[in-house]
Nanobody, 121 residues
Framework: QVQLAESGGDLVQPGGSLRLSCAAS????????MGWYRQAPGSPRELVAWFTDAGNTYYAPSVTGRFTISRDNANNAVYLQMNSLKPEDTAVYYC???????????????WGKGTLVTVSS
C-alpha cells in the first residue's frame, strides 16, 4: 500500500550535523501529519518532531533549537535537519505519516523501517 523510506542515518561526532530524509510512496490520496520518532536501546519510542498538514510544527523539548523539520508536499517527503548532535541523540529514527488512501477514508498510520543515528567520538 504505502511505503516510507528513510535515509541519512550515520555515525557523527558530538556537535556534528545530519539530515534525515523520508519519502512516502504507494497508493496515497493525501498525507495529514508527517514526522519523526526515535527509539534508543532500552527506551520507548518517542516523538521527535512533527509537521501537520496545516503547516504547524512540534518539537520535543530535548531537540528544540537544534533540530528542524521540513516538508515537501509535492513529493510526499519530510526531512529532519539535526544540528549540535549529542550522544543522547543516538537512536533509530523512524518516519511516520498519517495517510489517506482515498478521498473520504480516515488517515491510517504508516511507519518506515528506521535509520540509525549514532553520535559518538
Amino acid at each position: 500500500q504505502v511505503q516510507l523510506a528513510e535515509s541519512g542515518g550515520d555515525l557523527v561526532q558530538p556537535g556534528g550535523s545530519l539530515r534525515l530524509s523520508c519519502a512516502a510512496s504507494g497508493n496515497i490520496f493525501s498525507i495529514n501529519g508527517m514526522g519523526w520518532y526515535r527509539q534508543a536501546p532500552g527506551s520507548p519510542r518517542e516523538l521527535v518532531a512533527w509537521f501537520t498538514d496545516a503547516g504547524n510544527t512540534y518539537y520535543a523539548p530535548s531537540v528544540t533549537g537544534r533540530f528542524t523539520i521540513s516538508r515537501d508536499n509535492a513529493n510526499n517527503a519530510v526531512y529532519l535537519q539535526m544540528n549540535s548532535l549529542k550522544p543522547e541523540d543516538t537512536a533509530v529514527y523512524y518516519c511516520h505519516a498519517g495517510v489517506r488512501l482515498e478521498k473520504d477514508s480516515p488517515a491510517l498510520d504508516f511507519w518506515g523501517k528506521g535509520t540509525l543515528v549514532t553520535v559518538s567520538s
